[in-house]
């Protein structure tokens, strides 16, 4: 069964927090969804920068200078994460809350709390899985 994934992402791709600021966020994202309005809430550290993909939105990744499409799986770090052209919002990350079976995109208000929180600047990605 398929299941929509709402994930939260430094805007740096090889940034992490410490556990204290990562429990402050995963408090904070808790909060917003009360019981019933989300599976549950996790947090995960990767040991090396991962592709967040917007699963079965993603249809593509692109160069944002040939236009040419680009296959997910290339090792792309030396070049930088952040320049790619993605049809649906994705990323790369060392570090993400996400939410499972969330049925909202974050505002900016909350955007904002949580880059405090963190103490680092985020981006959001919605996937379906």
């Known amino acids: 069964m398929s299941q929509d994934l709402l994930s939260v ?3 740096n791709p090889r940034w992490q927090p410490d556990e204290k ?3 402050r966020i995963h408090a904070l994202v808790t909060s ?3 019981e019933g309005s989300a599976t549950y809430v996790e947090m995960t550290w990767y040991d090396t920068v991962t592709a967040i993909s917007s699963g079965q939105n ?3 990744i692109g160069c944002p200078a040939c236009g040419e499409e ?3 799986e290339e090792a792309h770090s030396d070049t930088g994460f952040t320049s790619l ?3 649906d919002p994705c ?3 060392r570090f993400r809350v996400a939410v499972w079976d969330a049925e909202r995109w974050f505002d900016d208000g909350e955007l904002g709390a949580l880059a405090d929180a963190l103490g680092h600047p985020v ?3 919605r996937a379906y899985v």
């Open 9 to 11: 992402i430094p805007a």
């Open 58 to 60: 993603l249809d593509r």
């Open 70 to 72: 680009i296959d997910l």
């Open 21 to 23: 600021a990562a429990k």
């Open 85 to 87: 052209d993605f049809d």
């Open 32 to 34: 917003w969804f009360p």
């Open 123 to 125: 981006r959001q990605i």
């Open 91 to 93: 990323g790369f990350a």
